[in-house]
Every structure is written in structure tokens, then in C-alpha cells.
């Protein structure tokens, strides 16, 4: 098995949890850290057995024999570091936002193209719920496919840092946590042709973590129509301003609807006109004829991000979630920005060629029969 070296750019929180997938596999290892203050990179590095240290990640990368870069950085530096590395030819898996304008997205899709590397980059839904899922999105359970909700609401960040600074962070709730929802809606359904939306500040001035009150400038409550090709709409909301967390995903289809973390189930299906195979039936919602059905274990290779980002690097086969896929998900986010400012609907130029073929045209076809 190809060892696989590894450097890590970033040193917050978000860095934990892929120096603990990375030492989960066999022959990959982190080889050095970089972080903007060294005393970060180091304090990092010494938590996870990492040998060498860096504040600039240019020079990592020109010292170190790395195969990949993990870009876990303020949003507004995912750019720069992930091209720096694209460029050198380094394969890179990116947290979200892949960037924070469309333009630099797209540059960043091109120059893996053109360097032909691994570019994976997040959000990650290849998760047991999804993956189950996508067997039953089909005509024969939920008939054509008629619309969708998806959202992720939350307090807000806790932390008092540049998530409420526009002049770093570049955005705010669409880019941190919008994301999500579109993402799942694009992996499950496929590419969309347009967005409508609107966008603001509801909460400027805010208690955060502690109870320290401060200023934020930030857009906090966003809500976008996504239209698909036969005409469906998927309402997608994000709001940092809920007393809880909600963070669900439901398809509506002509005979049944598919659920997705709602009403206390991972994964359940409202199937009125046939039961579900080995499914446990439930109320869901209060509804009758509802189905749990037991979760598909994931492929090794899609256990977690990290796993599928070695899979891909050591076969040579991009993600599943293409880095073109990603790049219409974040067109969507930027178009939702641009339809808020102007009151148009914003018309999508991206496409890409999604991993499954659970969602084809067909299934959107409800205007050439009776249904």
C-alpha cells in the first residue's frame, strides 16, 4: 500500500478531527503543520506526534516530500494556500467554503484539472443516512420527484472571532453553514439551473459565548429557492439565530416523501402506497404508513472524508463529490449573495455529472402523464 504524507495548513479546532481519520489508516501519516503564528503549528504539531513545523506554507511545501495538503484555514485563505498547492501539483482536500468569491472557486477547479491532481473538497455527505437513502429515490417509492426542504438553523458560532467580521470571513451564514443543506440537496437530486434568495443581518447586535456582546455585520438569515431544470423548487434556509439545532433534508415525490435526520430518525421514508422491505414502519410527524429502514454500512473508502480523500489519492479516481459538483454547489451560494442584492433570479452556468443515477431526468418528469 502506497504511503501517503501529508501537510497540515490550519490549526484550529477543525484540524482535530483529520489528524484523528489520518491516524486511524494504515501508511498515512502527517508530516509537518503550518500555521500563521509558528508557537500554533508547533503546539499542533507536538499534540499529534507530527515531526516538523511551519508558519509559512509555501516553504512546507517546497521542503517537505508531501503527497496532499489538508487546507483547514479562515475561509478567506482557502484560496491561496489550496492553488499554492494545486499548482505544485499536491493533491488537496479543502474545508468549506471551497473559497469565499465563485472566481477563485473556479480557478481552483481548473488548476487540478490542468494539474491533474485529487481536489476534494468539502462538505462530505457520503454518510450511511444519504447513501441509504439514494436506493429509495426512486419512482417506485416516492413517484416523480416534486420539490424539496433542506436547512441547517443553529444559535450561531459561539465564538467571538472572525465568524461575525465580514472584512475576514467574506460572508456569514451562507458560507459557513448554507453550505450544508445545498450540498446535500445538489448530491441528492443533481445539478440545479437556477436561485432566488434573500439575504440579511437580522441579529447585528449579538451575546455570544460568555455573554460578551458584540457587533456583528455578518448575514445571519438566509433563505434561497432552488429551482431544477423541470421546474421544482428546493427551499433551503439557514438562520444563526434558533434557540435549537435543526439540520434536516426532505424530498417530496408524488406518491412518497424521503426524510432525512427529521423527527428523531436518521433516515425514514412516508411510503402510503407500498410498505418497505425490511424497514421498521413508524410514525413520523404524526403520520402513519412510514417506514425506518436499517442504515447501508459505508464502503471502507467512504467511511469518513479522510478515508475517501486517501482512496481517491492512492487510485487515482476523483471523489464521488467531484471538485465540479462542489463548484456548482458554491455557484448556488455566491448566486443566492448575487440574487439577494439585485431582486433577480440568478441563472446557474455550472453543471457536473453526478456519482448516481437514483435522480435522472425521468424522475422529474411530471408534465407528460397523469399523475
Not at 197 to 215: D, H, M, Q, S
Not at 228 to 251: C, D, E, K, M, Y
Not at 319 to 339: C, D, T
Amino acid at each position: 500500500m502506497k504511503p501517503v504524507k501529508l501537510g497540515m495548513v490550519g490549526s484550529g479546532n477543525v484540524s482535530n478531527r483529520y489528524f484523528e481519520q489520518a491516524g486511524r489508516l494504515d501508511g498515512v501519516q502527517f508530516v509537518a503543520t503550518c500555521s500563521r503564528h509558528i508557537e500554533n503549528a508547533e503546539s499542533k504539531a507536538k499534540a499529534y506526534d507530527v515531526p516538523r513545523w511551519y508558519d509559512n506554507y509555501e516553504t512546507m511545501m517546497d521542503q517537505e516530500e508531501l503527497d496532499a495538503v489538508v487546507v483547514t484555514t479562515p475561509h478567506s485563505v482557502h484560496a491561496e494556500v489550496a492553488l499554492a498547492a494545486l499548482n505544485r501539483g499536491l493533491h488537496v482536500l479543502n474545508e468549506k467554503p471551497m473559497a469565499t468569491s465563485f472566481e477563485d472557486c473556479r480557478q481552483m477547479v481548473e488548476a487540478a484539472e490542468r494539474n491533474k491532481v485529487i481536489f476534494m473538497s468539502l462538505p462530505y455527505d457520503l454518510n450511511p443516512a444519504i447513501v441509504t437513502a439514494l436506493e429509495y429515490l426512486t419512482d417506485e417509492t416516492i413517484g416523480k420527484i416534486t420539490g424539496a426542504d433542506v436547512q441547517l438553523n443553529i444559535p450561531g458560532p459561539p465564538r467571538d472571532n472572525w465568524y461575525y467580521d465580514k472584512a475576514v470571513s467574506h460572508g456569514g451564514a451562507i458560507l459557513d453553514c448554507m453550505v450544508y443543506p445545498i450540498s446535500r440537496l445538489i448530491t441528492l437530486l443533481g445539478p440545479a439551473t437556477s436561485v432566488t434568495a434573500e439575504v440579511n443581518t437580522l441579529i447585528p447586535n449579538r451575546i455570544v459565548g460568555g455573554g460578551k456582546r458584540i457587533r456583528s455585520d455578518v448575514d445571519d438569515n438566509a433563505t434561497a429557492i432552488v429551482e431544477f431544470a423541470q421546474g421544482q423548487h428546493a427551499v433551503v434556509r439557514t438562520l444563526w439565530g434558533t434557540s435549537f439545532r435543526q439540520n434536516n433534508t426532505i424530498i417530496y415525490g408524488r406518491k412518497g416523501t424521503i426524510a432525512l435526520h427529521d423527527g428523531g430518525f436518521p433516515l425514514v421514508i412516508h411510503s402510503p402506497e407500498r410498505p418497505i422491505p425490511d424497514a421498521e414502519q413508524v410514525s413520523w410527524r404524526g403520520i402513519q404508513e412510514c417506514y425506518a429502514p436499517k442504515l447501508r454500512d459505508s464502503d471502507l473508502s467512504e467511511k469518513d472524508m479522510m478515508s475517501h480523500f486517501i482512496h481517491s489519492v492512492r487510485s487515482g479516481q476523483q471523489p464521488k463529490q467531484s471538485a465540479r459538483q462542489q463548484l456548482h454547489v458554491h455557484e448556488i451560494m455566491f448566486g443566492a449573495y448575487r440574487s439577494a442584492e439585485s431582486g433577480q433570479r440568478y441563472t446557474l452556468s455550472t453543471t457536473f455529472e453526478p456519482f448516481h443515477a437514483m435522480a435522472g431526468p425521468e424522475m422529474f418528469d411530471t408534465k407528460s402523464d397523469y399523475i
